[in-house]
């Protein structure tokens, strides 16, 4: 059972505007929400988090937004990038040091 | 942050045989995790490497078939035992890191991208 989806596996984005990623989850447990970003033939790499006492986190072009509510997230990046082009990775969990749990990734596509 | 380095980056086996992945962190970590990638899925986690014990396998992973050792707090290996077509993944491993600011974020290695032939 995918306790984190991402339903979108695809966005394209013209260069400068906002990109809008977004992210579900079920777990209520989850207490920490992190964005990875993968370029093909490297590792995911952390990119920014949000724990579930705040409702936004912010650093330079990308913010996330927690909606605990709905058990929402969205990462925007704003002004997107060329740069930016990669598979977006929702992760969550539940303690300090436990596991992850992602979602299926979104292929972000910024084109000039 | 912390600098995970895994290998092979990839590698064409044949089935039947086995591969043995190492991950080493340049800095002693608690918490190390070996993940895999199958095309168009989401990062499954295979199973928790635990220092001085055996790995904790999620369910529908086994020992046998993904062996893992921890002999210390900074190395680890997994092995993908008697390939088959189905086992082509990216694997990754993981750790766990104390950030300066009292927080823990999951680093990951580049990945090894295994095709079975």
């Known amino acids: 059972d995918q306790q984190v989806k991402q339903n979108s596996p695809s966005l394209s984005v013209q260069e400068g505007r906002i990109s809008i990623l977004n992210c579900d989850y079920t777990?209520?447990?989850?207490?920490?929400f992190l964005w990875y970003k993968k370029y093909p033939a490297e590792g995911p790499t952390f990119l920014i988090s949000?724990?579930?006492?705040?409702d936004k986190n912010e650093d330079g072009r990308f913010t996330v937004f927690l909606n605990k509510s709905a058990k929402h997230l969205s990462l925007h990046i704003v002004p997107s990038q060329p740069g930016d082009s990669a598979v977006y990775f929702c992760a969550a969990r539940g303690s300090t040091l436990g596991r992850l749990y992602f979602g299926r990734g979104t292929q972000l596509t910024v084109w000039p | 942050s912390a600098v995970i380095s895994q290998k092979p980056s990839r590698d064409i086996c044949q089935r039947g045989t086995s591969l043995t992945i190492q991950c080493q962190v340049d800095?002693?970590?608690?918490?190390m995790f070996w993940y895999r990638q199958q095309p168009g899925q989401s990062l499954t986690l295979i199973a928790t490497?635990?220092?001085?014990?055996?790995?904790?396998?999620e369910s529908g992973f086994v020992i046998d078939k993904f062996p893992i050792s921890r002999p210390n707090l900074t190395f680890s290996t997994l092995t993908v035992s008697n390939m088959s077509p189905e086992d082509s993944s990216i694997y990754l491993c993981s750790a766990i890191i104390w950030t300066g600011t009292g927080g823990t974020e999951a680093f990951f290695g580049q990945g090894t991208r295994l095709t079975v032939v």
């Open positions: 800095s002693q970590v608690t918490m």
């Open positions: 777990n209520s447990m989850f207490d920490y």
């Open positions: 490497a635990n220092q001085g014990s055996e790995a904790t396998y």
């Open positions: 949000i724990s579930s006492i705040k």
